[in-house]
């Protein structure tokens, strides 16, 4: 049984995204859900499902209560913070497809700037038996750890700084061209990006996602409702979970090989199976971007490239908007905002809608990654 072709994303809602938003995550939860109902013509009364990240402060309860939702039929929510993305998405899929839920919405929203910031040492988190090993070494944070990754990458395979900087520069150069990018009108060049001051070595700040306010939501129904409501719909053609061997977060330490990631290697092959597509029918490419190493590496895993050569495949313009692969067009989470990652799926719908503002054109699938490093997710949306 697949879910592949019976639902789709028929409404997509977001706050502005700022560096202090002035009110509660509860708000902004609301704000997002009102929106995305909004988009595709449905009142609240219409909804019977919520799902969101086991990592967001906004109750299922307490949004239905702000915004008059009646009752619920379906409520989730999905573990490893980025990681649960395009898993929230999956999860209302599933809903739909086997009649748990008729209009379910998947939210995200936080104060990740202003309020709890996640790439700070959490001294609450040294107690977990994992953390128990790394952080009296010094790996406290986030940026630490995918540090460690990244020079052991570097040394594998001749990856260098550079090679990183040009997907930040990329990024940067789209959100540019975006009114709703915290960086609109603001690019980077590669020059820019090398003297950028340590985070981690061999990270630098232009390496590293945003610290974002904000919340996105979407509007997950049948395929055949969603073809009677106010928006071309985005259809549901592939959603995929993944976790691999000797898995951990962000760098999974205990396996032999540390260049990989073989968690979004599993979400691959789910997602071309379901498709019936391969990386060669992909128009657009969504990739999480929290830091830049990561994204070479998915390149990779996805099938885009042999293992260690995607800074060859990046080095001649492939990410450009008429490349062959175009990338994170709404300039990503280094470029628009960071919103776990919500906000890449929303990007996706409005690529296939074709009011993107930087549009592709020609666009019949679009591939969404969730965080990597951790447990993670994936979509392939596409046309009706």
Not at 145 to 166: I, L
Not at 300 to 313: D, M, T
Not at 320 to 340: C, R, S, T, V
């Amino acid at each position: 049984m697949s879910v592949s072709g019976k639902a789709a994303i028929a409404g997509i809602g977001a706050t502005e995204f700022s560096k202090e938003s002035g009110r509660s995550e509860l708000q902004l939860a609301a704000e997002a859900v009102r929106a995305a109902l909004a988009d595709a013509g449905l009142e609240p009364s219409d909804v019977d499902g919520l799902v969101t990240f086991t990592m967001d402060t906004n109750t299922e309860i307490a949004v239905a209560r702000e915004l008059g939702i009646e009752e619920l039929t379906f409520f989730s929510r999905v573990h490893y913070g980025g990681g649960a993305a395009c898993a929230t998405v999956q999860q209302a899929a599933m809903a739909v497809a086997t009649g748990m839920a008729e209009v379910v919405v998947c939210y995200r929203a936080f104060n990740e700037r202003s309020g709890h910031r996640f790439g700070q040492v959490q001294m609450a988190a040294a107690g977990n038996v994992d953390n128990s090993w790394s952080y009296p070494m010094g790996l406290g944070t986030p940026a630490a750890m995918v540090a460690m990754f990244a020079r052991r990458y570097m040394h594998e395979y001749g990856a260098t700084s550079e090679d990183f900087g040009r997907i930040a520069v990329i990024d940067r150069k789209h959100a540019a061209t975006n009114p709703n990018a915290w960086f609109h009108e603001r690019p980077i060049t590669l020059d820019d990006h090398q003297s950028s001051r340590w985070i981690a070595e061999p990270l630098r700040l232009l390496d590293c996602c945003q610290e974002s306010d904000g919340g996105v939501a979407l509007v997950v129904t049948s395929a055949e409702r969603a073809r009677s409501l106010r928006q071309s719909p985005a259809v549901i053609r592939a959603a995929a979970q993944g976790s691999g061997t000797d898995q951990y977060t962000m760098t999974s330490y205990y396996r032999d090989d540390l260049t990989g990631l073989p968690e979004m290697g599993t979400v691959a092959r789910g997602l071309w199976q379901q498709a019936g597509i391969g990386p060669s029918d992909v128009d657009v490419a969504v990739l999480y971007d929290h830091f830049t190493p990561f994204v070479l590496v998915q390149l990779e895993e996805l099938g885009f490239c042999p293992r260690g050569e995607a800074r060859h495949f990046i080095a001649g313009g492939a990410l450009e908007l008429d490349g062959e692969l175009p990338l994170n067009p709404h300039g990503g989470q280094l470029g628009e905002a960071y919103i776990h990652g919500m906000n890449g799926i929303a990007e996706a719908v409005r690529q296939l809608r074709g009011t993107a503002v930087n549009q592709v054109a020609g666009t019949d699938h679009v591939l969404v990654t969730a965080g990597t490093g951790v447990p993670t997710s994936g979509l392939v949306l596409g046309q009706v």
